[in-house]
Each structure stands twice: as structure tokens, then as C-alpha cells.
């Protein structure tokens, strides 16, 4: 059995045709715990005034950070990334980017987005292109070549992308005026 065109395509709205803004169609009408009829302006004047402004609060951790404290979370992140552990009885450090690396495509993923927040961080505080540009092409070798299944893990160990942007960043900080 066979369809018409005309059975399958929706027509287009009229212009003068508003889409719904109340309820969801087909929903009907809101009821309290009473069973009366709650109108759509209640519901809609009710949560007006209710407004979160996570920017300029104290909770936020990510808000109103001076340059030498966010200096100090990237240094932090990129020394977890990279060397935060040591192998016993060795010299031999690694981070939490090489144990979660060990997930196969997806641990890969994670750890190329938070090595690409860092560049984000960098560039807020100011980097120019030329650094963000090899801050992004070590992130982007130590994406690719992590993608290898065992070599690619090791590589990320051994390579150490954070920790190098953060010292790169540190580099260009230093030299610039306060």
C-alpha cells in the first residue's frame, strides 16, 4: 500500500496562524490538588521573579577569580592531568589523563575537552593567538595520537600536554606588564 504525497507532507502555517504558547497540545488543562483549573497566566506570573545569577555569586567557582588565582587552578588541573601520581619505587610520574585515556575513544574525548578548557582559561587571561595556537596543537597531538590504542596511551603519559600549556602561558605571563 501506497502513500500520497498529500498524506505525508504537513501544509504550511497561514502566517496570521499563531503556534501554540499555552500548554502542550493535547495535554489539557493544568489541575491543583483541589481539582480546580489552574489559568495560564498564574502559572506563568507565579516563577516571574525567580531568577539565578550564578556569575557575581560566592558559590561560583568559576566567577570573579583574580589572574594569579586562576593561574593557580590551571596549574593545579594540569599537574592533575598529567603528573599527579607516582609509579612506586620509581621516578616515573602520570596523571589522571593516562588512566582515564585507558577507556577506549571515550576516556580520549574527555581528556582532549578539559585539555581544551585550559586553553579556553588561557585565552581569557588574555593569551594571544600565536600562544593559544600552540597551546591548540598540543592538545590536538595529544588527542590524535592518544586515540592509539596502547603506543597512543603511553604517549600521553609521556607527552604531558597540560602541563605544557600552563608553563607556555606562565612564560607569556611573566613577560607581559601588570
Given at each position: 500500500?501506497?502513500?500520497?504525497?498529500?498524506?505525508?507532507?504537513?501544509?504550511?502555517?497561514?502566517?496570521?496562524?499563531?503556534p501554540?504558547?499555552?500548554?502542550?497540545?493535547?495535554?489539557?488543562?493544568?489541575?491543583?490538588?483541589?481539582?480546580?483549573e489552574?489559568?495560564?497566566?498564574?502559572?506563568?506570573?507565579?516563577?516571574?521573579?525567580?531568577?539565578?545569577?550564578?556569575?557575581?555569586?560566592?558559590?561560583?567557582?568559576?566567577?570573579?577569580?583574580?589572574?594569579?588565582?586562576?593561574?593557580?587552578?590551571?596549574?593545579?588541573?594540569?599537574?592533575?592531568?598529567?603528573?599527579?601520581?607516582?609509579?612506586?619505587?620509581?621516578?616515573?610520574?602520570?596523571?589522571?589523563?593516562?588512566?582515564?585515556?585507558?577507556?577506549?575513544?571515550?576516556?580520549?574525548?574527555?581528556?582532549?575537552?578539559i585539555?581544551?578548557?585550559?586553553?579556553?582559561?588561557?585565552?581569557?587571561?588574555?593569551?594571544?593567538?600565536?600562544?593559544?595556537?600552540?597551546?591548540?596543537?598540543?592538545?590536538?597531538v595529544?588527542?590524535?595520537?592518544?586515540?592509539?590504542?596502547?603506543?597512543?596511551?603511553?604517549?600521553?603519559?609521556?607527552?604531558?600536554?597540560?602541563?605544557?600549556?600552563?608553563?607556555?602561558?606562565?612564560?607569556?605571563?611573566?613577560?607581559?606588564?601588570?
Amino acid at each position: 500500500m501506497t502513500m500520497s504525497n498529500d498524506d505525508i507532507i504537513v501544509p504550511p502555517r497561514s502566517r496570521t496562524e499563531q503556534p501554540f504558547r499555552g500548554r502542550a497540545a493535547g495535554r489539557g488543562p493544568v489541575i491543583d490538588q483541589e481539582g480546580r483549573e489552574i489559568p495560564d497566566a498564574s502559572l506563568r506570573t507565579q516563577f516571574e521573579g525567580l531568577r539565578f545569577d550564578f556569575g557575581h555569586s560566592a558559590a561560583n567557582p568559576f566567577g570573579d577569580l583574580t589572574r594569579e588565582q586562576r593561574l593557580a587552578r590551571l596549574d593545579a588541573i594540569a599537574k592533575l592531568l598529567d603528573v599527579a601520581f607516582i609509579v612506586p619505587g620509581t621516578n616515573f610520574r602520570y596523571g589522571i589523563d593516562g588512566l582515564i585515556g585507558l577507556i577506549p575513544v571515550v576516556g580520549d574525548i574527555i581528556t582532549t575537552a578539559i585539555s581544551l578548557w585550559v586553553v579556553q582559561e588561557a585565552r581569557a587571561l588574555g593569551a594571544p593567538w600565536h600562544i593559544t595556537a600552540r597551546m591548540l596543537a598540543n592538545v590536538a597531538v595529544d588527542g590524535v595520537v592518544g586515540l592509539v590504542p596502547v603506543a597512543g596511551d603511553a604517549f600521553d603519559v609521556m607527552f604531558r600536554a597540560n602541563v605544557r600549556n600552563v608553563r607556555m602561558l606562565k612564560r607569556w605571563l611573566d613577560r607581559q606588564p601588570r
